[in-house]
């Protein structure tokens, strides 16, 4: 698996979105957020594009149909 980098963003378009997230999970997105000194917006989306990045996506279809 490749390891999580933080790229520069600041040249990146963007778009508002609003999604609904379990509270134990911004819990764990706010405290890391935190020890690490950035954004909770920038966290969130490098985990989502690292999640992209290594997604099988024969694994992810078998999930699908269970």
């Known amino acids: 698996m490749k390891e999580f980098k933080l790229p520069n963003m600041a040249d990146e378009k963007t778009v508002l979105k609003t999604v609904r997230m379990k509270l134990s999970t911004i819990h764990q ?19 989502i594009e690292f999640a992209l990045d290594n997604l099988r996506i024969s694994s992810f279809k078998e999930d699908k149909k269970k």
């Not at 997105?29 to 985990?47: F, P, Q, Y």
């Open 29 to 47: 997105i706010e405290e890391l957020a935190k020890n690490n000194n950035m954004s909770i917006n920038r966290l969130i989306n490098e985990c």
